[in-house]
């Protein structure tokens, strides 16, 4: 879901991410701290521009794949953002201007 396929492809299964993590993307990191969140399963979650690292079309796989998730597992998200890329699924969009 956090769109990860990739990383793995190109890394490998056995590659270690060294303690300050300037072996990753700022997008790889994005997705991983993404994906350490979801596993939890949280009845609410907080997002702050969950996508501002990923390039278009990781977004668009990430935002599908997310609505699929809380749906799936009845979670609440709250989505800060600057962009449109939440629109579609949102239930309610608050607009401060």
């Given amino acids: 879901m956090c769109q990860l396929e990739n990383l ?3 890394k490998g299964e056995d590659f ?4 300050s993590a300037d072996n990753l993307s700022g997008g790889e990191k994005q997705r991983i701290s993404l994906a350490r969140v979801l596993i939890r ?5 907080l997002l702050d521009e969950p996508t501002s690292a990923l390039d278009e079309n990781t977004a668009e ?9 809380i749906k799936k ?12 890329d939440f629109v579609k699924i949102s239930d309610m969009i608050v607009d401060l201007k």
């Avoid at 270690?16 to 303690?19: D, G, H, Q, R, S």
């Fill in 73 to 84: 597992y009845e979670m609440s998200a709250i989505v800060i953002t600057h962009k449109n």
């Fill in 61 to 69: 796989n990430f935002i599908s794949a997310f609505f699929e998730f």
């Fill in 16 to 19: 270690i991410v060294n303690e």
């Fill in 41 to 45: 399963k949280p009845d609410v979650i």
């Fill in 8 to 10: 793995i492809r190109l």
